[in-house]
């Protein structure tokens, strides 16, 4: 069993950076991939981006390719989300996800959830 807790989120305009942080429990961390999703008011759940249990595997959302970057400490039981050139789009409650196996960007694949943060950003 892993437990995630999101955190890191808040207000900022746009053009800003937020850097959002997911702090797991348990001893086996660098087995799970870790992927981050973002749902908006109205809105499915989206992929926003994923790395392997190693870290040494990325993957991307379009919409964020080039201004947000994924990482794992994995000493920490810690991913991040660093995100920068923030949109107005970009508003949203952004969760954590872990899952045992390969990256994937459905939401459905992962079994571990965070409880989200919020990420507004002003225009």
């Known amino acids: 069993q892993v437990q995630l807790v999101d955190s890191g989120g808040g207000l900022v305009q746009a053009g800003g950076s937020l850097r959002l942080s997911c702090a797991a429990s348990?001893?086996?961390?660098?087995?799970?991939?870790m992927g981050w999703f973002r749902q908006a008011p109205g809105k499915e759940r989206e992929f926003v981006a994923a790395?392997?249990?190693?870290?040494?595997?990325?993957d991307y959302a379009d919409s964020v390719k080039g201004r947000f970057t994924i990482s794992r400490e994995n000493a920490k039981n810690t991913v991040y989300l660093q995100m920068n050139s923030l949109k107005p789009e970009d508003t949203a409650v952004y969760y954590c996800a872990g899952r045992t196996g390969g990256m994937i960007i459905s939401r459905y694949g992962y079994v571990y959830w965070g409880q989200g943060t919020q990420v507004t950003v002003s225009s």
């Open positions: 348990g001893r086996t961390f660098n087995y799970y991939t």
């Open positions: 790395i392997s249990g190693n870290g040494g595997n990325t």
